[in-house]
């Protein structure tokens, strides 16, 4: 097509494309993509100028949308991964605020866990296969009856729970639960607990009582020692606090979690445990790694017990 035909389209199109506010080198660029023909270019000439516009408008919307989902698709994971923590963060506020979703039963009796992160739990007990979980905050009692039910399914395992009072309508009963009843951190239960520990079992520990940060702290280094090693110290509830819930509940289990892997390396997160995305113990599944003799143990006149 010659220039000067151009030339004229442009001459008769711009003036009637800039009244209306668009951009006429945007169209021209959408013409070079699709050259019509010189019988086109006719047309096009006789046509009325919004018409010819809104034409045009829409040969250029088409373009930038096919080149925004050509960007779109070449950097997909990219994009998603800028976008990924706040939806989680979004989806984890909603579920959490919500109170349904982790406000659940198992076999009848309430437990107040998320359900990705019981999964999680039966993942590690198949694969840890710890002989006794020691567990603070019994509640109603469903998470103990959940780890029991576990370990019948395995053939081996009992669950010592404690909590400092008992619901009125009492526990579930099972064989393979015991309940203790007191301070988590009195003198008298961690001696009770560390009684229970027979030669050569395998220790897992739920920390699941009251959140606040000093009390977890407390718990963290009375219990960290009865862990052994390859089994998980689980703390849960560190999403409190703004990690990313709950911004006026205060510090709690994060800040007693961060504050006690500074001083104890034989503790690891397993991040590995989080890959469902939300977990209401982020940074809490804490792997227990190293030497057993090598760890720091708590003095016995501050926490009335040691470790095994």
């Known amino acids: 097509m010659p220039l000067h035909a151009l ?10 494309l800039d009244r209306m506010g668009f951009n006429p ?17 006719d047309v096009v000439t006789n046509m009325d100028q919004h018409l010819a516009g809104l034409i045009l408008t829409i040969i250029a919307a088409i373009v930038l949308a096919g080149v925004c989902l050509i960007v779109a698709y070449r950097f997909r994971y990219k994009l998603l991964s800028i976008f990924e923590r706040g939806v989680c963060a979004l989806f984890h506020w909603l579920c959490y605020r919500d109170g349904r979703s982790w406000s659940i039963q198992w076999m009848g009796h309430l437990l107040l866990k998320w359900p990705p992160d019981l999964w999680m739990y039966q993942e590690i007990i198949f694969e840890t296969r710890p002989d006794l979980i020691i567990e603070t905050g019994t509640y109603k009692g469903g998470s ?3 780890f029991a039910n576990l370990f019948d399914l395995i053939g081996n395992g009992r669950v010592v729970t404690v909590d400092i009072t008992r619901p009125p309508e009492g526990w579930p009963i099972h064989r393979r639960i015991e309940y203790l009843l007191g301070s988590s951190t009195s ?9 229970r520990i027979r030669p050569g079992e395998r220790v897992m520990v739920v920390l699941d009582s009251f959140h606040s940060e000093q009390h977890v702290r407390e718990e963290l ?5 009865f862990v052994s090693p390859g089994c998980y110290l ?3 509830d560190t999403n409190v606090n703004g990690h990313p819930v709950y911004r006026a509940h205060g510090p709690g289990p994060m800040e007693a979690v961060v504050d006690f892997l500074k001083t104890n390396p034989g503790f690891v997160p ?3 445990r989080e890959r469902f995305k939300i977990t209401f113990s982020p940074n809490g599944w804490l ?5 057993p003799v090598a760890m720091k143990q708590p003095p016995r006149d501050e926490v009335g017990s040691t470790s095994r």
């Open 187 to 195: 003198p008298e239960i961690l001696a009770a607990i560390e009684g």
């Open 221 to 225: 280094t009375c219990y960290s020692g």
């Open 287 to 291: 792997k227990r790694i190293g030497d």
């Open 25 to 41: 080198m945007m169209y021209f660029l959408a013409l070079a993509i699709f050259p019509p023909t010189d019988k086109g270019w």
């Open 144 to 146: 103990a009856l959940y």
């Open 7 to 16: 030339a004229a389209v442009y001459l008769r199109v711009a003036p009637g």
């Open 270 to 272: 397993d991040k590995s």
């Open 234 to 236: 689980v703390v849960e």
